[in-house]
């Protein structure tokens, strides 16, 4: 069985400051990882995803993840807040059979 | 410009009536996914398909939630009798069943409102 943990259901930071977004899972697979945003009204679109080859992932937007198998944890990083990067940022694990669960979600407020 | 497309996009009806949420996946790919989306419970996946066979439906209430694929063009879900709790926003995703990338592409949503 698969399942994703977020820590945090809100994140506030200053516009300009570092982003972290933890992400932990667990899969009696190999993952595959993934970060998804929602901007209000919308739906998910992915931001990058892990799937067992770099274990530092470059994603859209300035943000990246780091895998780490010993800890297992996918979380997300941007050096440097925008205020357009506030939205609803979800991490998701998927195994071969390619059916996804994603985690509750994290809100992130980006303050000026 | 490849996108999933869902209607409709908002629905309020009243408890006890049918909903249909219809879903257009991108065309060539062959796995869908219908995902609720609540405050209290997040993004809880309901059903998936892949080329148009159902493998999963063990998130969805059975006794009155239905999803079914007529074609590849079209999934279909459906909620008879509709109840309050059911209220909430419905998504669509499609992705193609490849072990390199795994994406899925979700549609808009279709929010509902059962009064």
């Known amino acids: 069985a698969q399942s994703v943990t977020q820590l945090g259901s809100h994140v506030s930071v200053s516009e300009g400051a570092l982003v972290l977004l933890r992400c932990n899972y667990s899969?009696?697979?190999?993952?595959?990882l993934f970060w998804y945003v929602q901007y209000p009204n919308q739906g998910l679109q992915l931001l990058l995803k892990?799937?067992?080859?770099?274990?530092l992932v470059k994603g859209i937007n300035g943000f990246e993840a780091e895998f780490k198998k010993s800890e297992t944890s996918f979380h997300l990083t941007k050096p440097s807040a925008h205020m357009s990067d506030a939205a609803e940022y979800f991490c998701?694990?998927?195994?071969?059979?390619?059916?996804?669960?994603f985690g509750a979600g994290t809100r992130l407020f980006v303050k000026a | 410009d490849a996108r999933v497309t869902q209607t409709p996009r908002h629905k309020v009806t009243e408890m006890g009536q049918e909903v249909t949420m219809r879903c257009q996946p991108i065309?060539?790919?062959?796995?869908v996914f219908w995902y609720r989306q609540t405050m209290m419970q997040g993004l809880e996946l309901l059903a998936y398909?892949?080329?148009?066979?159902?493998?999963?439906d063990s998130g969805m209430p059975k006794d009155r939630f239905s999803a079914e694929m007529p074609d590849a063009t079209l999934a279909t879900l459906k909620i008879q009798p509709s109840e309050p709790r059911d209220s909430a926003v419905y998504f669509c995703?499609?992705?193609?069943?490849?072990?390199?990338?795994?994406?899925?592409?979700f549609g808009e949503g279709s929010r509902l409102t059962v009064l």
């Open positions: 899969s009696s697979v190999p993952p595959y």
């Open positions: 995703a499609s992705g193609l069943d490849n072990a390199n990338t795994g994406e899925l592409f």
């Open positions: 065309l060539g790919h062959n796995t």
């Open positions: 398909f892949r080329n148009r066979a159902p493998l999963d």
């Open positions: 998701a694990v998927s195994s071969g059979g390619f059916k996804t669960i």
């Open positions: 892990y799937t067992s080859a770099a274990t």
